[in-house]
Nanobody, 116 residues
């Protein structure tokens, strides 16, 4: 059974930073692509960033490019999302995702609130 657990969310001011972490159990994260999504109140869940199995050429939502960085820690079996220069529009619940044995797996989400 695969489980994904996000952590690191919180309440910050505009311009501050946060680092989210997604820890996997039941699979070796480095063997799979991993992505971060977010869902703001009243909006659909949207893609934020993704990293390939080999860690090259990450992908980002245009609005977070140059501010967010996705990375792996193979030793800890985690994927992180470093978020800098946060804006009020980054406020959302952030979810970690991967695909394993033909199924989508999601974490429970972590709340990020950016206050102006």
């Amino acid at each position: 059974q695969v489980q994904l657990a996000e952590s690191g969310g919180g309440l910050v001011q505009v311009g501050e930073s946060l680092t989210l972490s997604c820890e996997a159990s039941g699979l070796t994260f480095s063997n799979y692509a991993v992505a971060w999504f977010r869902q703001a109140p009243g909006k659909e869940r949207e893609f934020v960033a993704a990293i390939r199995r080999n860690g090259t050429t990450p992908y980002y939502l245009d609005s977070v490019k140059a501010r967010f960085t996705i990375s792996r820690d193979r030793a800890r079996n985690t994927v992180s999302l470093q978020m800098n220069t946060l804006k009020p529009e980054d406020t959302a619940v952030y979810y970690c995702w991967t695909r394993w044995k033909g199924h989508d797996w999601w974490g429970q989400g972590t709340q990020v609130t950016v206050s102006s």
